[in-house]
């Protein structure tokens, strides 16, 4: 009797703690990357304030194949900034740049390289997963995500029905 109530439990509180998870917070003044959506061949100004008001960053653009980039002190500015070419062999999709400061924090931002700008007639927007590492709660496959939920749900359902013969004295 006490197996089955500390199963129930168990699948209860995993059940619960899936539905209570929070992601995962980026570094505060994290990697600002404009225009967000570029084309190959065009420039893309980054900038932060993580590094505070005279700091300096090592970036790395080579997720998009351009490669280093140093983030220097804009005058008059808390920011550090700094420009990179995308290059025109780059392909479409979204790419992860990121940024280390001199102090050691990192921040990352996404750029999405498109065949056109957004919004420009016949532009093709990439599709699909962002691949974060934070992982998120819905996978690109809808079968997958039902029988989680169905699971969660067989959990809950059979937790209140133990639950409900304990308190009436019926046992297992």
């Known amino acids: 009797m006490r197996t089955g109530r500390s199963l129930t439990a168990a699948a209860f509180a995993a059940a619960i703690a899936g539905f209570g998870a929070a992601p995962a917070v980026a570094a505060q003044g994290g990697l600002e990357v404009y225009p967000a959506t570029a084309v190959p061949g065009s420039t893309v100004t980054v900038s932060t304030t993580a590094c505070g008001a005279q700091g300096t960053a090592a970036g790395?653009?080579?997720?998009?194949?351009?490669?280093?980039?140093?983030?220097?002190?804009?005058?008059?500015?808390?920011?550090?900034?700094?420009?990179?070419?995308?290059?025109?062999?780059?392909?479409?999709?979204?790419?992860?740049?990121?940024?280390?400061?001199?102090?050691?924090?990192?921040?990352?931002?996404?750029?999405?390289?498109?065949?056109?700008?957004?919004?420009?007639?016949?532009?093709?927007?990439?599709?699909?997963?962002?691949?974060?590492?934070?992982?998120?709660?819905?996978?690109?496959?809808?079968?997958?995500?039902?029988?989680g939920v169905a699971a969660l749900a067989v959990a809950a359902a059979g937790g209140t029905w133990l639950l409900h013969r304990r308190a009436r004295g019926d046992g297992l």
């Open 60 to 147: 790395d653009a080579g997720a998009v194949g351009s490669g280093a980039f140093t983030l220097a002190p804009e005058p008059d500015s808390a920011q550090a900034v700094a420009r990179f070419a995308v290059p025109a062999s780059a392909q479409p999709g979204t790419y992860e740049i990121v940024a280390r400061c001199s102090g050691g924090t990192e921040v990352t931002g996404d750029l999405i390289v498109s065949l056109a700008q957004a919004g420009a007639p016949g532009a093709q927007m990439p599709r699909g997963h962002v691949k974060t590492g934070v992982g998120g709660t819905l996978g690109p496959d809808p079968v997958q995500t039902a029988a």
